[in-house]
């Protein structure tokens, strides 16, 4: 395929006289790095297909312990018990405290 032949699938890939314009002036080696990047993706006949829908992760809430003084994140925003010492006296607006990630 000749560079021309490149520049024409370009310019029918992206309607636009702008578009049109720039892979006019662009120079052949160029023309030819973003032809075969959209083929090599499979985009030349279109948009790429976009991916699944991926379900968000469930929101984490913050517990704290008046107990054990102890900070926590669970899944669950119902949680009734620390899982450190098992109390029941959690609150879901802990005082500024550092919590170390999860792993």
């Not at 002036?25 to 032809?35: G, K, L, T």
């Not at 913050?62 to 926590?72: R, V």
Request: aromatic share 8%; hydrophobic share 25%; proline share 9%.
């Amino acid at each position: 395929m000749t560079t021309e032949q490149m520049r024409a699938r370009l310019c029918e890939r992206y309607p636009g006289s702008a578009w049109a314009k720039k892979v006019q002036r662009m120079p052949e080696d160029q023309v030819q790095a973003i032809y075969l990047r959209l083929e090599r993706d499979g985009e030349l006949n279109g948009p790429k297909k976009k991916p699944a829908h991926v379900p968000a992760s469930p929101k984490k809430t913050i517990f704290y312990c008046s107990d054990c003084h102890q900070a926590f994140m669970a899944d669950n925003p119902d949680t009734e018990e620390c899982r450190y010492c098992g109390s029941r006296k959690l609150t879901s607006n802990p005082p500024y405290v550092r919590i170390e990630k999860e792993k």
